[in-house]
């Protein structure tokens, strides 16, 4: 098999070639026909030294089941899944994968490879997002708002369309160009808020109730007071990108009002009891792609994964200004 090794936090990946991985346990190996980036690729990335941590990274990948473990129950060879996978393993920038069978699912089979491919960990997030971290209720959810502050990425883009598919939450994203804008609206977005100046502002001169629910998937140290006062009294918010300065806690107890982090690959990392509830997660995204209540948010591809072409979309994913996912076909040898 083939992989794109990182052996340096800068630069970009080798290809090596390896023996292909064997089956055992819970684990599955995997064909990868198509993968995305995120910005936790940059982040993994960045902590790589030296040879001695080289490391295989990627966490969207979609293919084909070629060798199953003992202890794998519900998949055979042949089968076509898909899955984010485990930050502490080799990752999905190579020709095949080792995965554990518990985290994946079967793929829609109403969908392209890339399309699908962009879905596992921001489907991951967001879900864990709403109906674990935030505990929104979908059958006591009419009078309530949810704000999504930077709705326009990957985690937004599915955060927007699972909160109006399956809630009766009024969904508010926030967004800071016409392109951005369009593309929460084209998503079911209720509402949508200009960012780029002052989120508080503009989100209390729109006349809006405040928010019951915050998920922000931006830069926490510089919308946490902003957030502070946009909650609502007894409010919950979400954070997924980790602080850079020690922030005050004690600015959310007058309103009772919550703060909660959601880390995707907690259950997978720390091998929590209920590690298998990822992959039926996943069961249920196939099942809503296939019933058509999920729109693609895969928004430019690449046909082939190289080195060239996984370092072109890392540079794209560092501007930070994207929309939905970008994804990459397979590497040469698959």
Not at 6 to 35: C, H, M, R
Not at 211 to 219: A, G, H, Q, S
Request: charged share 15%; proline share 5%; glycine share 6%.
């Amino acid at each position: 098999m083939q992989a794109l090794l990182f052996d340096s936090a800068a630069g970009t990946a080798q290809v090596i070639n390896k023996p292909t991985p064997l089956a055992s346990g819970y684990d599955v190996v995997v064909s990868v026909e198509a993968v995305a980036v995120n910005p936790v690729d940059l982040k993994v990335k960045s902590t790589i030294k030296n040879t001695a941590n080289s490391k295989v990274i990627g966490w969207d990948a979609v293919g084909t089941v070629i060798e199953i473990g003992e202890q794998c129950e519900g998949f055979q060879p042949g089968d076509k899944v898909f899955y984010a996978g485990d930050v502490s393993r080799d990752g999905s920038y190579a020709s095949h994968q080792l995965v554990d069978s518990r985290i994946i699912a079967k793929a829609p089979v109403s969908w392209q490879a890339e399309q699908i491919a962009a879905l596992p960990l921001v489907s991951l997030t967001a879900w864990e997002c709403l109906f674990e971290r935030l505990k929104i209720d979908p059958t006591n959810s009419a009078d309530k708002t949810l704000l999504i502050i930077g709705a326009a990425g990957g985690v937004g883009s599915i955060a927007i369309q699972l909160a109006k598919q399956l809630t009766n939450l009024t969904v508010i994203a926030s967004a800071s160009r016409p392109e951005s804008t369009q593309w929460c609206k084209k998503l079911g977005a209720d509402y949508v808020i200009n960012h780029h100046d002052s989120l508080q502002q503009n989100y209390q001169a729109a006349g809006l109730p405040a928010p019951d629910y915050i998920l922000c998937l931006n830069d926490s140290d510089f919308y946490y007071p902003q957030m502070v006062e946009l909650i609502a009294p007894q409010g919950l918010i979400a954070l997924v990108v980790s602080f850079q300065h020690p922030v005050d806690l004690n600015l959310l107890k007058n309103k009772s009002a919550g703060l909660v982090w959601e880390f995707m690959f907690t259950r997978p990392l720390m091998k929590t009891e209920d590690l298998a509830h990822q992959g039926e997660i996943l069961q249920r995204i196939a099942n809503m792609v296939d019933s058509n209540q999920l729109q693609p948010i895969s928004q430019q591809h690449f046909n082939q994964l190289t080195a060239e072409t996984l370092d072109n979309a890392h540079q794209l994913v560092h501007q930070g200004r994207t929309i939905g996912k970008i994804t990459l076909g397979p590497m040469a040898d698959t």
